[in-house]
């Protein structure tokens, strides 16, 4: 078959050996596949999300999505955020905090624009935070200015 491809620089009928010419090229092949088959399972595995293997069992997220009151100046919004970014430093309960904005703005997301997403590493510590004194101080200050608010807590599986 490999004379059918390439005449002259395979295997003649009956002979099994390639040629000197085409040998390296396989011995390269054999050696280098074992190693690209290796790698691609790497990447694979890098591409795996890895963020609740690293949660500790019966961590929590506690996730708030909202929409600013349309009336609230962009000054205000950004104090809210700044608070809220504070609240890890302010309450030692708060493994992971994320804060961003709705990127889609469709209407799926029924209004709501931003998102705060707070890990806790369980239960109790999750509650330690609602009743904290810098929980309730952010809420003071943020309650005011929101439109709407959805609050969801879950454990990651």
Known sequence: MLDRLMPGRGCSKGNTVLSAQWRPWVVAAALLLPGLVLFAG???????????????????????LFAFKPDTPETTQREVEASSAKLPSQIRQIAAYEWGTDLNQAARSEGLTHCIVFTFNNTADKDLYLNHPAHQAFKQLAMPHIARLLVLDYVPR
């Open 42 to 64: 790497c990447v694979t595995r890098l591409q795996t999300p890895t963020a609740v293997a690293s949660l500790p069992p019966g961590a929590v997220r506690h996730v708030v």
